[in-house]
């Protein structure tokens, strides 16, 4: 499985972005997809995830400002980031769960965020 985020860029505070990110391969059926960040000196945290099914969770600090979709036809998910903040900068990483006896995680490989003061 491979995961090609794209999206990231330079944006002001209380801009915004869309960040999407397709699959490929042999995906299992059941999963969940989601979005994770990684800022300077932290550890990655989660952002938001999304089940097939389309039931979301997001990080406190995400709430009423992001919101995640995803097209199971494509094997797609998005991340709608609004009114963003500089404490919002970070490696985003779109992730893949797969869910079953044998749950495995699939990363893609990162897209930046800069959010400016």
């Known amino acids: 499985v491979q995961l090609q985020a794209s999206g990231g860029g330079l944006v002001q505070a209380g801009g915004f972005l869309r960040l999407s990110c397709a699959a490929s391969g042999s995906i299992f059926s059941l999963n969940v997809m989601g979005w994770y960040r990684q800022a300077p000196g932290r550890q990655r945290e989660l952002v938001a995830r999304?089940?097939?099914?389309?039931?979301?969770n997001y990080a406190d600090s995400a709430k009423g400002r992001f919101t995640i979709s995803r097209d199971n036809a494509k094997n797609t998910v998005y991340l709608q980031m609004l009114n963003l903040e500089p404490e919002d900068t970070a490696v985003y990483y779109c992730?893949?769960?797969?869910?079953?006896?044998?749950?495995?995680?699939?990363w893609g490989q990162g897209t930046q965020v800069t959010v400016s003061s």
């Open positions: 999304i089940t097939r099914g389309g039931s979301t």
């Open positions: 992730n893949l769960k797969t869910l079953g006896v044998a749950p495995t995680d699939y």
